[in-house]
Every structure is written in structure tokens, then in C-alpha cells.
């Protein structure tokens, strides 16, 4: 039985572990290093009951995250969020993510934001279908915005207007 929570301080090394799979063997995110529990520790600072981090757990260990974040900086953007999730490859396609994003996806509306955005690097085809079926559209790609593991990867974005 998947259990969806509030992340807390002592989820961090399983949050590092299960973004560090990602960083290293996947294009899903751009960063190029694995992180260090110091840079995650920022991270998990910026969340907040405005910005919500949430786990998934089975058996008292962590099987994913998703979370709330800023989308930019500047204030006219301040009622649209991204929604970054990962789940630890093994286990992936258990419908993991599907019951985070929906738990998720109770938040922010409640929390007066407007839009939802959701980048999915191109060939990610189970983040892209996850999206589309909590009702995400397609509204572009960036091509060739991100360069790992010696090519070019696109970005598609998706959108799900809250109101």
C-alpha cells in the first residue's frame, strides 16, 4: 500500500538517492552532477505549504516525490507552478506517480494558483502519457534545449489550467 505524505527533513537521503538515479542515468532532469545532501538540503528549504513536497511511501521507505514549484521569479508568474516528479526506477509504472500527481494536484488550487506546467524531456513517454491522462495538454516543445550524454534533448511542455 502506497502511503502519500508531507516530505520531512529525514526523507532527504532517500529524495537524494532517488534524484541522483535520475541525474545519472536518465535525461529527465539537466543537471549533469549528481547532487550532494548539502544542495538538496536547499532545495528541500525552498518547499514549503505554498510550495508542498510530497512522498510517496510503502514499507517506511520513500518510493518518490513529487512537489510544487516556483515556475519564475518574476510576480506576474506568481499563480503558475511546475510539477517535477520522480520515482526510484524500481518502482516505476506501478502507478507510483499516478497517486502522487493526483495527491499533488490537490494543492494547488486550494493554494489560489491558476496553472500548472509540467516539462517532459522528450522519449519520456510514461511522464508524458501520466500527464495527459491527469488532463495536462501539450502545449509545445523546445527543441535541443538540453545537451546529456552526448546529444540534444527537447522539452515538451505541458499545461493544466486549475480555474
Not at 32 to 48: A, I, K, N, V
Not at 108 to 128: E, F, M, R, T
Not at 140 to 145: F, S, W
Amino acid at each position: 500500500m502506497v502511503l502519500v505524505r508531507d516530505a520531512r527533513i529525514d526523507d532527504l537521503p532517500e529524495l537524494l538517492a532517488v534524484y541522483n538515479q535520475a541525474v545519472e542515468n536518465t535525461p529527465a532532469t539537466f543537471d549533469l552532477e549528481p547532487q550532494t545532501l548539502e544542495q538538496r538540503r536547499e532545495w528541500f528549504d525552498q518547499h514549503s505549504r505554498e510550495y508542498p513536497l510530497l512522498v510517496a511511501e510503502a514499507d517506511g521507505r520513500v518510493l518518490g516525490y513529487a512537489c510544487l514549484s516556483r515556475y519564475r521569479a518574476k510576480p506576474a508568474c506568481g499563480k503558475t507552478v511546475e510539477s517535477p516528479v520522480y520515482i526510484a526506477a524500481e518502482h516505476q509504472r506501478q502507478g507510483v506517480g499516478t497517486t502522487l500527481m493526483n495527491a499533488l494536484l490537490q494543492c494547488p488550487a486550494d493554494l489560489g494558483y491558476h496553472c500548472v506546467l509540467a516539462g517532459v524531456v522528450c522519449g519520456n513517454s510514461g511522464s508524458a502519457r501520466l500527464h495527459e491522462w491527469l488532463g495536462f495538454e501539450h502545449v509545445g516543445c523546445l527543441r535541443e534545449v538540453g545537451y546529456k550524454f552526448g546529444t540534444w534533448h527537447d522539452v515538451h511542455w505541458y499545461e493544466l489550467f486549475l480555474h
